[in-house]
């Protein structure tokens, strides 16, 4: 069973993390405004119409976009810290989940057990960080 750290090291490797985040966003843009359920009643005169800045408010407020937005960040911030190699490596076994860790040593042209290790060594400083 995958932790939280594998989840959110596969979505952003994948590319599904950066999908989410447009996603929300789409839905937020397009989603119904509020409706007017005053029926014959008087004119609203201190109504204000500005659906941009309001969507805008709506985009920045929101607490699920803020948290994906957040993910991507640490993970773009802490991976860039860690060597090339080990870069590659975890990118690589992240992308796809038929990637398995022979195919990774094969690729890189290391031990099994050093690919794996790297992935622990990354789990372990991102996992404080997330």
């Not at 490797?13 to 989410?20: D, N, V």
């Not at 990637?99 to 057990?113: D, G, M, Y």
Request: proline residues 3%; positive net charge.
């Amino acid at each position: 069973m995958a932790d939280r750290v594998d989840r959110i090291l596969r979505d952003y490797f994948s590319g599904r993390l950066k999908l989410k985040i447009d996603q929300r966003i789409y839905e937020i843009r397009h989603e119904p405004g509020q409706v007017d359920e005053n029926i014959g009643g008087g004119k609203a005169e201190n109504k204000h119409t500005r659906p941009l800045e309001d969507m805008m408010i709506r985009i920045e407020s929101d607490p699920l976009l803020s948290k994906l937005t957040k993910q991507k960040e640490d993970v773009e911030r802490w991976v860039a810290t860690f060597e090339p190699d080990k870069q590659k490596v975890v990118a690589y076994y992240y992308a796809s989940k038929s990637v398995t860790w022979v195919k990774v040593a094969q690729q890189f042209h290391i031990s099994e057990r050093t690919a794996q290790a790297w992935r622990v060594e990354i789990k372990h400083i991102l996992g404080a960080v997330l």
